[in-house]
């Protein structure tokens, strides 16, 4: 089955430390999205890619890197410049853009 | 002014009622609109889409557009406690190739 797949679920942080967030779609869509969502909060965007070897930063993308070698991976970085990283990762692809996202699972990030 | 705004909520209903959720945006340009349905602790799923002005229905969800008045709504029949989540209203950005998400409106449906 097709679908977007992100690891892990939960994801410990320690202070000072970078950690990779990882997201895999078999959709063969051409766009794949990073977002962060606190409690009680919308949806952020971090870093956005509608081709290979080209992403963009969204609304948020400070302390964070993506990179998009290959179509089926997008990979976030969550680097030690990023001062409050604890928040709920969604990862989103969609055929191309402005069409529907499937999202991803999530992954919960908290720094201990 | 926010490009997608949404009553946050909470909205409460009783079951079996009908429940409608609204949205406005401000880019004139938008063409593609999108209703996400999110439990709590889970992802957003897609539940509706819609292009044209005018109505479309799928099963108790019934998406309406306005491009006049740029404004989408969801309204959902015969409303079940298991409809109880927060919904996200998503709108392409004409020039940006991405969604523009609104915070969302939790619903509440009451036994």
């Known amino acids: 089955d097709g679908g977007i797949t992100q690891s892990p679920k939960y994801l410990f942080r320690k202070e000072g430390q970078n950690v990779t967030l990882s997201c895999e779609q078999n959709l063969n869509h051409d766009a794949m999205y990073w977002y962060r969502q606190d409690p009680g909060q919308g949806l952020r965007l971090i870093y956005y890619s509608q081709i290979v070897n080209d992403f963009q930063k969204g609304d948020i993308a400070e302390g964070y890197s993506v990179s998009r070698e290959k179509k089926e991976s997008f990979p976030l970085t969550v680097t030690s410049a990023q001062k409050n990283p604890t928040a709920f990762y969604l990862c989103?692809?969609?055929?191309?853009?402005?069409?529907?996202?499937?999202f991803g699972s999530g992954t919960r990030l908290t720094v201990v | 002014q926010k490009e997608v705004e949404q009553n946050s909520g909470p909205l409460s209903v009783p079951e079996g009622a009908i429940a409608s959720l609204n949205c406005t945006y401000s880019d004139r340009g938008s063409q593609s609109f999108f209703w996400y349905r999110q439990y709590s602790g889970k992802s957003p799923e897609l539940i509706m889409f819609i292009y044209s002005n005018g109505d479309k229905e799928d099963g108790r969800f019934t998406a309406q557009l306005n491009k006049a008045s740029q404004y989408v709504s969801l309204l959902i029949r015969d409303s079940q406690p298991s409809d109880s989540a927060t919904y996200l209203c998503a709108v392409n950005q004409n020039q940006g190739g991405k969604l523009i998400f609104g915070q969302g409106t939790e619903l509440s449906v009451k036994p």
């Open positions: 989103a692809s969609s055929i191309r853009a402005n069409y529907g996202y499937t």
